[in-house]
């Protein structure tokens, strides 16, 4: 059963708070309640409330709600008061109910479309008194000069002068490479491989489905347990509320097994031809080595042993600098062979290095490149 809820209000003419919804003229001035909003103590509307927790919710005895009129008041527009739907005319001014041009909740409509609609003609201040924001371009633009700057600072260089050479270095390398017989199998016979053998082997296995079998699988499922009330509360417009009692379902978890059926496979071996083999190949086995300090570059005598033949040349030309004045470790530089025929012990050098990290290089005084160097360390 719906149970009706005392309502209170507010006196809009003296702010007088609090007054009880069955007083119809305000206990301070006297004036008789009009544009008023009914409110419940400690509820704002949409609100819900469970079933223990209506202790302070005030309600009418049976008495009491037997006198209250279903109905909202209406409201006079001569003396703008609201009167009971029991009353046939105007309690504060004795005008006539079918005068009346509003119940109590057309009155609030229309008092907020006059409210909106005062709003609405309010002169907008915003946009034009805001504080003007640095300009985005702005913030663009030093961001940009600045990784500019960043970039011209790491590209500019470093030129460290007054290096000596003190030494030259050259060594040049001839890998020798002997054929070599390997003992190998695999499932394919590689071109110029000796076959010794040939035999059936385990390839992989196959997962074939074999059957079916029953399982037993615990499951579960959310069914309705039962059933709980909750509550809400409308607004009369007649100086009460009525509490309204809703029902939602609370569940609880089943649980039960189901049979299912999982299929059980087998693993088939797979069979292969499996090849065993001699084959030759060439194989780098050692070095030969020629070295010096000066410009007489030669390859070194190669002497070929039975299965061996000549494989990869390396070489590489080096020197070594020092610092003049302060006496930083030497650095020992790589150059290409024509570079380096023009340097000799006892030159004096400028090597510069960009800031990057890029590789350095001979330069004049200025920085302007002479020859590309790779630093060995
Ligand atoms: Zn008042
Ligand atoms: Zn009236």
Redesign the pocket.
Known sequence: MSKLVMAYWD?P????KGIRGDVTN??????ARGEVQFYMKGYTEGETREENERSDVEYLDEEQAKYVSKNPDWYCSFCNSLNSDNAEFCSNCGSSRADSEANYFEMLQKKKEREAAETAAQPQVSSSQQKPSRSPMKVLLVVLLAIIALFMWLNGNKTSGDLTVTSLQWARNINIEENRMYQESGWELPAGAEQTDARSELHHYDSVLSHYESVEVQRSRQVVDHYETYYTYTDNGNGTFTEVPHERPVYTTEYYTETVQQPVYQQIPRYQTKYYYNIWRWTPSRDVTASGEDHNTFWPEVELGENEREGQRTEAYTFTVEHRKNKGAPETYRLAESDWMNINVNDNLFITAKRTGAAPYISDEKGNKIADLIRIK
């Open positions: 006196c003419v003296c702010g007088n305000c206990p301070s001035c006297g004036r």
